[in-house]
């Protein structure tokens, strides 16, 4: 992959991370093979080659306070905003840190691939035309890997456009739902690999995150195709976690959307 030249452009990957889970409260900060989950998933972000800055954004409770202390040991920058509008949050973070291309992480999947972010954030910055990037319109990859990619105003137009629930809570909604809005590209895989989870919302999910480093963490910072091989050869490993449905949390919100109407 021939990546373009980000000298011209201000790629701030926010990574957004809490404490208070429903599912698996405090997961953020459990251990992944001697390191905090948190912090597997900041050093497979500083894995890739196009992002300028790297930013935690937490929520404002105490309880997140732990999240601050964290990355002030690693000595990466947290902003601290919104609990329940994760759009404001991202939006006043990406503002504070003068970002014009914004990349959306989450800290809840310790298996993300750099080299698959770099491809995301690289094909948005290939055509000046397009607002937004990812590798899940059409979901071909494990869940785990998702990577967004989206230009400043683009993020802006939402957060002063965008009302429901599941849009404030889960950022891009309003972007991807509104294709006639925005210019959108998807990043899609050859085979489809979307029945796979590698990320983690449950005790089972978080057992499957540790096995894999157990047997991979050795390599540094292994891949992907790294991951499947691995499967190939213990499949029973996927088992651990494989009968939990896709997208748990944006269903949820759609509830609430369809609650408050």
Same mark, same amino acid.
């Given at each position: ?38 912090? !597997? ?50 939006? !006043? ?103 796979? !989870? ?64």
């Amino acid at each position: 992959m021939n990546l373009v030249d980000t000298s011209n452009h201000k790629v701030v990957s926010i990574i957004q991370a809490r404490m208070g889970s429903s599912r698996l409260p405090g997961k953020t900060l459990a251990d992944i093979h001697g390191k905090p989950l948190l912090q !597997r998933v900041i050093e497979r972000a500083s894995a890739c080659h196009c992002l300028s800055e790297i930013v935690i954004a937490t929520t404002q409770n105490g309880e997140d306070d732990a999240i601050e202390e964290l990355c002030h040991q690693l000595g990466e920058p947290c902003f601290r905003g919104s609990q329940d509008d994760v759009l404001d949050r991202y939006y !006043r973070c990406a503002s504070l840190y003068a970002a014009n291309i914004v990349v959306r992480l989450t800290a809840d999947d310790p298996l993300k691939d750099p080299d698959l972010i770099d491809r995301v954030v690289n094909l948005l910055l290939q055509d000046s035309e397009l607002d937004y990037v990812s590798n899940n319109l059409v979901a071909t990859y494990p869940e785990g890997l998702d990577v967004e990619a989206f230009t400043f105003s683009a993020l802006e137009r939402c957060w002063k456009q965008a009302t429901l629930a599941s849009e404030r809570e889960h950022v891009t909604p309003y972007i991807w739902k509104n294709p006639s809005l925005f210019h959108l590209a998807g990043v899609e895989h050859d085979t489809d690999l979307s029945g796979l !989870r590698w990320t983690v919302d449950f005790e089972n999910d978080l057992e499957f995150a540790r096995e894999v480093y157990a047997r991979l963490n050795h390599r540094g910072i292994f891949g992907m195709n790294d991951i499947l091989a691995l499967l190939q050869k213990e499949p029973q490993l996927q088992c651990l976690n494989d009968s939990i449905p896709r997208r748990l949390g944006y269903n949820k919100s759609l509830e609430q959307d369809r609650i408050v109407r």
